[in-house]
Structure formats: structure tokens, C-alpha cells
């Protein structure tokens, strides 16, 4: 018998099993990046084991470019031509060079878990910096969630200077932070580019800037002679540049940004356990209560963001 012209569209049945697979996949994604990005502070330590800071950065760089080129050619993405390519290329030297090369400098001195804390300052030194330029507003709740950050950034500094601490390395884990959050309002300057042709030139870019450096640094450019030397380089360029970001890169595509984003709230924590339980490291109380309300701060700005955007999405939705 024939469905009634009037009965409406036929419904479609949906597998349970396959909608519930398909609803874990973003969890998973941002479980997977916050692994491996809370594991990559004490990675650059090993890598610092083995290895001068500047020198290390660059063979990380250098390997995850050629394996990102390799994968670049298969895709067949458009390069960046004109203003685009320019954008791209001081993306990538900010982001990987500058950035990378300071962290692994800083970590020379500064503890994994600590460099991570001060790292999870990067979505506020975005909403800075974005809002400099105009391309973020800022309302009290946001500005707020910032003091708080920034007066955990001020408790950690005074508790690790307090423990005799080298401020230039504290400095530099910090301008990295810093140089990541310039790299992304930077990005935005431009149309949207293909992800493989945008990281394959930062890290190609970054790797040449920072070799440059090691070398004018008369930085010892010898390759590892164990695999204890280069398991710390295979598994960053790997898993911290190519795996993590590439998850995170399509996580934006299925969460809203501001979702994505709370990653860098739960990278330093997963860190700090790493440093104590993997690297023996040992934090002080006052320098643990400066990183707690580093997280809380950024994680209120962000939670913040979040409500707007969706507000902007259902003006119905409370803001709260």
C-alpha cells in the first residue's frame, strides 16, 4: 500500500551505533591533543638532554617540513602566492621559529610543567592582541578572567625568582606564548589557506631561521648518535607538529573555536602530572597555586567567548 501523499517525508533510520561513534570522534580528538600536547613540555626536555636548545628545534622542524611535503605533494593543495605566501611564511616563522626556539631555550632551566603553565597564556595574549588590531572585542567578563591569568603568571614569577629561577628563561618560555598568540592574529590577516602548504612552509621556513641561529650561536650541530637522541625529535616532529595539530586543525571543523580552544586549559595540567610522575619534577606550593589561577583565568575567558559566540549563534541562548 502506498504512504498517503499527506504522511510527509519519509524518515531515514540511523544506525545507534554509528551515531554514537560518530559523537566521539570530537572528544576523542581533543582527548588525543591534550595527550600528546601535555607530553611534549617534557619531550623538549629530553630533547635538551641531547641535544643544544636551537639546534634540536631545527631538526624537529626540519623533519616535520619534509614529512609535510611529502604529504603536500600528494594532495596536490594550491601554494600561497602574493600577500598570502607573505602571511603564511611570518605565520610560521612566529609560531615554529620564534616560539619554538625561545620554549626550548627556556627549558633549558625552566620545569616542563611550569613552561606549560606559562603557555596556557596564550588565548589570553590573543584576545590582547587581537583586540589591538580590532579583531576581537573585549567585555568585562573576558577582562577579568585576564587579571586573574596574569596575576598567576605574576605568583609564579615571584615563587620561582624566590627560588633563585633564571628570569631570562622565565622571560623566554613566556615570549613564546606570546609569539604564538602574534602568530595567530597574524593568520587571520589573510583569506583562509590549505592547512598542508600553510605548516609545511612555517616549519620548512622555521627550520632554516633556527638553524641559522644555532650555528651564529656556535651551537654544536652534530645529529644524535643513539636513539635516546632522537626519539625526543621523531616523536615531537611527529606526533607534536603533524598528529596533534592535524587532529586539532579538523576538530575545529566539527566544534565551535571557542570549544577547541579550552585544549590549552587542560595541556598544563596534563603536563605538570607528566613533569611529577615521568620527570621527577618538583614544583612549589606557591608556584602550583600562580598555575592554578593561570588555568582559571584563561579557562574563564574562554568559557566566556564561548557563551558569546553562542549567543551571536542563538540570540534566544542566556550569555551567563
Known amino acids: 500500500m502506498k504512504r498517503p501523499a499527506s504522511a510527509g517525508p519519509a524518515l531515514k533510520w540511523r544506525d545507534p551505533a554509528a551515531c554514537v561513534v560518530a559523537d566521539a570522534k570530537p572528544p576523542l580528538a581533543f582527548a588525543a591533543c591534550c595527550a600528546v600536547w601535555g607530553t611534549t613540555f617534557l619531550a623538549i626536555k629530553s630533547s635538551n638532554d641531547a641535544l643544544p636548545p636551537l639546534w634540536g628545534a631545527a631538526l624537529r622542524l626540519g623533519l616535520a617540513a619534509l614529512l609535510l611535503g611529502v604529504a ?25 621559529g620564534v616560539n619554538l626556539g625561545l620554549l626550548y631555550w627556556g627549558e633549558r632551566s625552566v620545569p616542563s610543567g611550569l613552561a606549560a603553565v606559562f603557555y596556557a597564556t596564550v588565548p589570553i595574549a590573543t584576545l590582547l592582541l587581537a583586540r589591538a588590531v580590532g579583531q576581537e572585542t573585549l567585555d568585562a567578563w573576558k577582562l577579568a578572567g585576564m587579571v586573574v591569568a596574569l596575576a598567576g603568571v605574576a605568583v609564579v614569577f615571584a615563587s620561582e625568582l624566590g627560588a633563585r629561577a633564571d628570569p631570562w628563561a622565565l622571560a623566554a618560555v613566556l615570549g613564546a606564548a606570546v609569539s604564538a598568540a602574534l602568530s595567530s592574529v597574524v593568520l587571520r590577516l589573510a583569506p583562509p589557506q590549505p592547512v598542508l602548504p600553510t605548516v609545511a612552509l612555517g616549519c620548512g621556513a622555521s627550520a632554516l631561521l633556527l638553524a641559522g641561529a644555532s650555528l651564529a650561536t656556535r651551537e654544536s650541530l652534530a645529529l644524535p648518535s643513539s636513539w635516546s637522541g632522537w626519539w625526543p625529535v621523531v616523536y615531537l616532529a611527529i606526533m607534536g607538529s603533524i598528529v ?44 602550583l597555586l600562580g598555575g592554578a589561577l593561570v588555568v582559571a583565568g584563561v579557562a574563564g575567558a574562554l568559557l566566556r567567548a564561548k557563551a558569546v559566540e553562542r549567543t551571536a549563534r542563538d540570540p534566544s541562548a542566556p550569555s551567563r
Do not use: K
Open 72 to 96: 603536500w605533494a600528494f594532495t596536490r593543495d594550491r601554494m600561497p602566492r602574493g600577500r598570502a605566501l607573505g602571511i603564511v611564511l611570518v605565520f610560521g616563522l612566529l609560531d615554529f
Open 244 to 287: 596533534a595539530f592535524g587532529l586539532f586543525t579538523w576538530l575545529l571543523t566539527r566544534w565551535p573555536a571557542s570549544s577547541a580552544t579550552l585544549v590549552g586549559v587542560v595541556v598544563p595540567v596534563v603536563a605538570v602530572a607528566v613533569g611529577i610522575v615521568a620527570g621527577g619534577e618538583r614544583l612549589a606550593p606557591t608556584t
